[in-house]
């Protein structure tokens, strides 16, 4: 008897089916009691093709059961070439999934909104016929990805676009009923724009915009930026206020600093808070995904908020700290260099928790291999004030895509980190700052990992860290219809 090897690049603590294709995060919705999580699927392989919505639910954000798939292109229909994105809302006992319907004889930068309607907790869905909104306003050169949220006095939805005028936006509608949409104009339309004070541009077009209400401060539009001819690029966020119908923002800033996360997601949990989920995509050569069987994951569910002083914040979910396991590492100290300091071994997912204090360069590596030739680095560099996640020697497979990425980072004072790390994905958060940057990497190393405090010649660095196995996420076994699909 033969015994497939585990796939060593298949995250546990992250969600995902455990074959094929997945890409952004759909459908999130509190209903009766679970946190429903659906997300693009391909049921038939590993790379974009013949959309559908997988679906998840949970009643903690830990425990998650496979339903059956949420939407599915109705042959001859208005979604005959796949069910894009979209989102959910909860309205009394159904749950009603807003989404973009395409099909390949319409161009591919227009896709109507449509709707699908479930009575029984998200078991079953029925699609509507026809679409919800047949045709967008004149001078759209790109539609797509509805977000429908409750407002005081009934409904209302954004639509990504970009306008032949060269300018992205987003595309305000309301509605007294869900049924029935009155088109109000762009709630933000704005030329390509440099984001968080970098060169990246907010792009020609804006998929999958999100909206982060005020809670007695400032709002959030986050939204994915697209351009000519690359596609998918990053994910930014407008921080503003709504007034009349417009929202009225400052510089657009990261919602994610790091290269691999896109089309993020918003879920409004009981209790005022707010999750989201981003789509992390394979930073490797296509066929190596393919081989495996399976490509893209989604991030850790986030807790995102405006924070007084206007910018936007996450953390992890408070409940993913009890998939915390053994504690692997304990380490404090101080170190000039030049060599390394062991810190300790940890398992291929864990979830760390760092303050960092040093005068110069210095940080934290992960390795991989016994002899350290391969390697993903978390360093400060004070003198640009920035932190640096450094995936270049991060796999020794050169089909691995490389790299340094880096996010802002207040320095003078003690580096507060949060670092979940699952087989092929980091999740770096800036716990100061409430910043996060996720990447992909993809090592090889058989040996256990291990954790070394480094620093440059010259350098003083202080450290405290601490790490914990993380276990996996408990997927139920699905029940009969369910399981024929995944
Ligand atoms: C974003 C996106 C959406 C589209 C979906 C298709 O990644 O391109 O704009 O609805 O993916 O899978």
């Known amino acids: 008897m033969s015994t497939t090897p585990r796939d060593a690049h298949f995250p546990v603590a992250h969600l995902r089916p455990p074959h094929n294709w997945v890409n952004d995060p759909n459908g999130l919705v509190f209903h ?13 392989g590993a790379t974009h093709a013949n959309m559908h919505w997988g679906h998840f639910r949970s009643p903690d954000l830990l425990t998650w059961e496979p339903l059956p798939i949420a939407l599915s292109p109705t042959p001859g229909g208005v979604d005959s070439d796949g069910c894009f994105s979209g989102n959910a809302v909860s309205d009394g006992d159904r749950i009603v999934a807003f989404y973009s ?11 109507p909104v449509t709707c699908a309607v479930s009575h029984d907790g998200g078991q079953t869905f029925s699609p509507r016929e026809e679409t919800v909104i047949p045709v967008w306003p004149e001078g759209c050169t790109m539609y797509r990805d509805p977000y429908v949220w409750r407002d005081v006095d009934g409904w209302r939805m954004l639509v990504g676009a970009a306008l032949a005028d060269g300018r992205a936006a987003t595309l305000l509608y309301d509605s007294p009923d869900l049924e029935t949409w009155a088109y109000r104009g762009p709630f933000v339309a704005r030329h390509p724009e440099p984001i968080g004070g970098t060169e990246e541009l907010t792009g020609d077009g804006w998929e999958c915009p999100q909206y982060l209400p005020a809670a007695g401060g400032q709002a959030a539009l986050i939204f994915s930026t697209w351009t000519e001819p690359t596609g998918p690029m990053r994910v930014a966020a407008l921080i503003g206020e709504e007034h009349d119908g417009h929202f009225k923002a400052g510089a657009p800033v990261w919602a994610d600093h790091g290269p691999d996360c896109y089309a993020p997601a918003l879920l409004r949990a009981p209790g005022g808070r707010w999750l989201l989920w981003g789509w992390s995509w394979e930073a490797r050569d296509q066929a190596w995904a393919v081989a495996g069987g399976w490509a893209g994951v989604l991030t850790v569910p986030r807790e995102i908020h405006v924070g007084g002083d206007g910018t936007l914040r996450q953390r992890p979910a408070t409940e993913l700290l009890a998939l915390r396991g053994e504690r692997t590492v304990q380490a404090e100290g101080a170190t000039h260099g030049p060599e390394p300091v062991e810190l300790g071994s940890v398992g291929r997912a864990f979830d760390l928790t760092a303050r960092l204090e040093p005068t110069g360069t210095a940080g934290l590596r992960l390795l991989t291999t016994p002899d350290g030739s391969e390697y993903l680095d978390i360093r400060l560099d004070p003198d640009a004030g920035e932190l640096v996640v450094d995936r270049y020697h ?29 087989h092929s994905i980091a999740e770096v958060f800036l716990t100061s700052t409430g910043q996060v940057l996720t990447l992909r990497f993809y090592p090889t190393g058989q040996g256990a990992w291990r954790l070394q405090a480094r620093t440059a010649p010259g350098t003083r660095f ?17 029940t009969a219809g369910a399981a024929e699909q995944y």
């Open 394 to 422: 991060a796999s020794l497979d050169t089909r691995a895509h490389g790299g340094a990425y880096r996010m802002p980072c207040p320095t003078g004072q003690p580096v507060d980190l949060r670092v979940v790390v699952d």
């Open 32 to 44: 009766d009691g679970h946190y429903h999580v659906s997300y693009q699927y391909n049921p038939y």
């Open 101 to 111: 319907a395409h099909r390949e004889d319409r161009s591919f930068q227009h896709q």
């Open 462 to 478: 202080r450290y405290a860290v601490d790490a914990w196995e993380l276990h996996p996420l408990v997927i139920k076994t699905p």
